[in-house]
C-alpha cells in the first residue's frame, strides 16, 4: 500500500435492510482489520443512494478506498431491476470518472435467505477495494 494515502476505507452502507448491511459491515471491517485498515461508515438510504455518496465524500476526503455496501431484493415490480442496474453502473462511473479503488458490495438477491447466505461479501468487497488500491501506486 501507498504511504501517500492515508489508511482508511469509506464504507457506504445502504440501510434499508438493517439486519442484513449490519451483517455485511461486520464481515468488511474483518477484513479491512486484518489489514490494519480503519473503516469510516457513512450511512445512505438506499443502493441508488451510494453512487453520488461516493463521490462526495471522495471530493471531500482522500480515503484510501472505497467499500458500497447494501442490499436490493426483488419485489413485484421493475423497480429491481433499476436499482440493481443503476446503482452497479454508478458505481462504475465514479471509480472511472475519478479514479478510485472501489468494492461493490451491494447483494442483488431474490430474498432474504439469499442475502444472508452472502453476509461475507462484505469482506469480499473490502478485499477487492483494497487490492484495486495497490494496483498504480
Known amino acids: 500500500m501507498s504511504m ?29 482489520a486484518a489489514a490494519q485498515i480503519a473503516c469510516d461508515v457513512h450511512y445512505v438510504r438506499g443502493a441508488l443512494e451510494i453512487p453520488a455518496a461516493i463521490d462526495r465524500l471522495a471530493t471531500a476526503h482522500p480515503y484510501h ?12 415490480t421493475y423497480h429491481f431491476e433499476v436499482v440493481a442496474n443503476a446503482s452497479a453502473s454508478g458505481i462504475l462511473q465514479v471509480q472511472l470518472q475519478r479514479q478510485i479503488a472501489i468494492g461493490n458490495g ?8 439469499q442475502a444472508q447466505a452472502r453476509y461475507d461479501k462484505g469482506a469480499a468487497a473490502a478485499a477487492a477495494a483494497l487490492a484495486l ?5
Open 133 to 137: 488500491a495497490k494496483i498504480g501506486n
Open 65 to 76: 478506498c472505497f467499500v458500497a455496501l447494501g442490499c436490493v431484493i426483488r419485489g413485484e
Open 106 to 113: 451491494i447483494l442483488t438477491v431474490e430474498n432474504t435467505a
Open 4 to 32: 501517500n494515502y492515508p489508511q482508511t476505507a469509506a464504507v457506504v452502507v445502504a440501510d434499508f435492510y438493517q439486519e442484513i448491511t449490519a451483517a455485511l459491515l461486520e464481515s468488511c471491517r474483518s477484513t479491512c
